[in-house]
Every structure is written in C-alpha cells, then in structure tokens.
C-alpha cells in the first residue's frame, strides 16, 4: 500500500467549468477527509465520511460542491461553476475509526482562470 | 469551536541545533488529540508526532519531541539536532469530536540553515 492517492494532482481550468477530484484512501481506513488549503493557510475542514456516508459537511462547503465515497472506497470531490476564489489545494486524508491521526494525499492544485 | 494559533510564521535554526515551536489551542472538550504536521516543498503532509491528552507524559518520536502543558494549553515542538531535511511549514493541529475532524494553526516556516 502506497498510502494516499489523489488524482489530478494538477488541474487548470476556466471559470465556470466543472472539475471532479478522485481521492483514493489507505485500504483498511474507514475515515475520510476533505480539506481546503489556501496559500499561507493551515488547512480548513470541508467534509468528513465515514465509510459511504458522508457524516459532516463544513459551511465552507457551498451547494456548487459534492461529494461522494460509494460503497466506502475511493471518493470523489466536485466542483460545479467553477469561481476564481476556488482555486486552492484539496487535500483528502484517510484514517482507522481507532483513533485520530489522519494520513494525507499529496494533494489536488486547482487553478481557475 | 476549536482554534490553534501558532505565533511564529518563521524560524531558522542552523544544522545540528535545537529548536522549538510554539502552539496554543482552546478547546472546551476533555477528549481530544494534538498533532504535528510537517508539510516539505513537495506539498505532502506528514504527521510528526501526536499527543493524547489525557497523557501526561510527553511524546517523543527519534528527535521530535513535544511539550506538552494541557491547563495552560499550550502544544510546543522542539527539534533536536536539526536537518536539512527538516526544512518545511510545520502545522499543529487539534482533533477531536466524533468524527476526530482536525483543527489547523496557520502555520511555522522553519529554515534550517547549513
């Protein structure tokens, strides 16, 4: 297991468009995370699941996001109309439900222009 | 709410030296966990060590060491023998709750110099 996997790690796009990030966890974590991270920023809270359900969601997270985790794998983080104030790292963490500690992908750059 | 402030937004520590950062958080949980996070250039983050606080005793991880103070909440870092590798945004952050969501600080930019 080589830890946490996002894809793309790199995405440009237009304002307006939508963009879809993939979030593959460490196999056995049941825990998954979604985070913001603006530049000079500690990272902020978006949404949390737990296994498929998605259990708490940040008021950062606006109606243009969604997000998924079928049958309590890989999840999915998507941004509809895109804005220019989007444009931020996503970070996606995973951990076991024993106890805190979450390990972090090398995160998704989202750029609009 | 939960909040973490670190105070230092830089440091520089020269090779083979010691250094400390600082970390405060206010929390009106009893149950909860400190972190520290090192995030390197390449943007990944790793956890350096973490605290459970209802541990007394300090954790230490090869030359990563906390001081950990829980009624003055107060979670510092020190480094000993310092690496160049050891260059990177380091984050504290608190976690806690029942979904164990983490809490960041903004952040200290240590330089370690050759």
């Known amino acids: 297991d080589t830890g946490v996997s996002q894809d793309p790690r790199h995405k440009i796009t237009k304002r307006g468009q939508n963009v879809t990030f993939r979030c593959d966890p460490i196999?056995?974590?049941?825990?998954l995370y979604w985070y913001r991270q603006t530049l000079g920023q500690g990272p902020e809270f978006l949404t949390y699941?737990?296994?498929?359900?998605?259990?708490?969601k940040s008021r950062l997270l606006s109606d243009r996001f969604s997000a998924e985790r079928p049958k309590g794998s890989f999840s999915t983080l998507e941004i509809q109309r895109t804005e220019q104030g989007d444009s931020a790292m996503y970070l996606c963490?995973?951990?076991?439900?024993?106890?805190?500690?979450?390990?972090f992908g090398q995160g998704t750059r989202l750029t609009v222009v | 709410a939960q909040t973490v402030t670190q105070s230092q937004p830089e440091m520089s520590v020269q090779e083979a030296e010691t250094v400390t950062l600082s970390c405060t958080y206010d929390?009106?949980?009893?149950?909860?966990?400190l972190f520290w996070y090192k995030q390197p250039p390449s943007r990944q983050m790793i956890l350096v060590i973490r605290?459970?606080?209802?541990?007394?005793q300090n954790a230490t991880e090869n030359r990563f060491s906390v001081n950990f103070q829980k009624a003055a909440k107060s979670f510092s870092l020190k480094i000993s023998d310092s690496q160049l590798g050891d260059t990177a945004m380091y984050f504290c952050?608190?976690?806690?709750?029942?979904?164990?969501?983490?809490?960041f600080g903004k952040g200290t930019l240590l330089t370690v110099n050759p």
């Open positions: 952050a608190w976690g806690g709750g029942s979904n164990y969501k983490l809490t």
């Open positions: 929390t009106s949980e009893n149950n909860y966990y």
């Open positions: 605290q459970e606080a209802y541990k007394q």
């Open positions: 196999s056995e974590h049941n825990r």
């Open positions: 963490a995973s951990s076991l439900g024993s106890g805190p500690g979450a390990f």
């Open positions: 699941f737990q296994n498929e359900a998605q259990l708490e």
